[in-house]
């Protein structure tokens, strides 16, 4: 069964340092999605992307934030210059054509600011 | 405003009891979508079902049974004969329909604990 995979599983880096985290969304999905989730809280929508460009994006998305589809199967969530506030857990998720179709989400990124 | 509330942040059972874990919404939306999605230790988040706002069908599979009602804005879920393996943080999601990119509000959700 076809599963979204997301790259690396935790990241460890320092304040200020840039940072990129992949996604291969299941092949023939064309939404696709970044939500994170501070530990023990609730997951919450960052971004959503359809046709190379972003379709929505949340309070928490701000200049800081970036997603690119740079090939035809990755999709990467870029996070300039980290603060301490963006340790979170990162999910990829991504779903098919109809606005009925599920979101699958990826296993996540574990990202750590120290 | 669009907005998912799971009043239990935390339920304990003893393996083989039955448990209701509520989810109520919000949404001005007549056409929108309705998710639970359970997250073990492990971390994932793994879909359990979908619903939509028209059909308001209850549904059943396996051990598991959803009871939507549109009249309370509510959309619960059970686990009949609880085991240890159901241990995990479930989440009520809602996706609103025309106009929407599809993203979902989730819940705070609520932490099963089934003990053996």
């Known amino acids: 069964e076809p599963e979204v995979t997301q790259t690396p599983s935790h990241q460890v880096t320092q304040m200020g340092q840039e940072v990129i985290l992949r996604c291969v969304p299941i092949?023939?999905?064309?939404?696709f999605y970044w939500y994170r989730q501070i530990l023990g809280q609730k997951v919450e929508f960052l971004v959503s992307?359809?046709?190379?460009?972003?379709?929505?994006k949340s309070e928490i998305f701000d200049d800081q934030f970036s997603v690119e589809r740079p090939d035809g199967s990755n999709f990467t969530l870029k996070i300039r210059s980290t603060k301490l506030e963006d340790s979170a857990m990162y999910f990829c998720?991504?779903?098919?054509?109809?606005?009925?179709?599920?979101?699958?989400f990826g296993p996540g990124t574990r990202l750590t600011v120290l | 405003a669009q907005k998912v509330t799971q009043a239990q942040t935390e339920i304990s059972v003893v393996e083989k009891e039955d448990v209701t874990l509520d989810c109520v919404y919000e949404?001005?939306?007549?056409?929108?979508?309705l998710f639970w999605y359970k997250q073990p230790p492990s971390g994932e988040l793994v879909f359990l079902i979908r619903?939509?706002?028209?059909?308001?069908q209850n549904e059943i599979s396996g051990r598991y049974s959803w009871n939507f009602q549109k009249s309370t804005s509510s959309f619960n879920f059970t686990i009949t004969a609880s085991q240890v393996v159901d241990s995990a943080v479930y989440f009520c999601a809602l996706s609103e329909g025309a106009g929407s990119q599809g993203n979902l509000i989730f819940g705070k959700g609520t932490k099963l604990s089934v003990k053996p």
């Open positions: 998720a991504s779903r098919n054509r109809r606005r009925t179709d599920t979101q699958y």
């Open positions: 992307f359809y046709n190379n460009e972003i379709s929505e």
């Open positions: 949404t001005r939306d007549t056409t929108y979508y």
């Open positions: 092949s023939n999905h064309l939404y």
């Open positions: 619903r939509n706002s028209f059909d308001e």
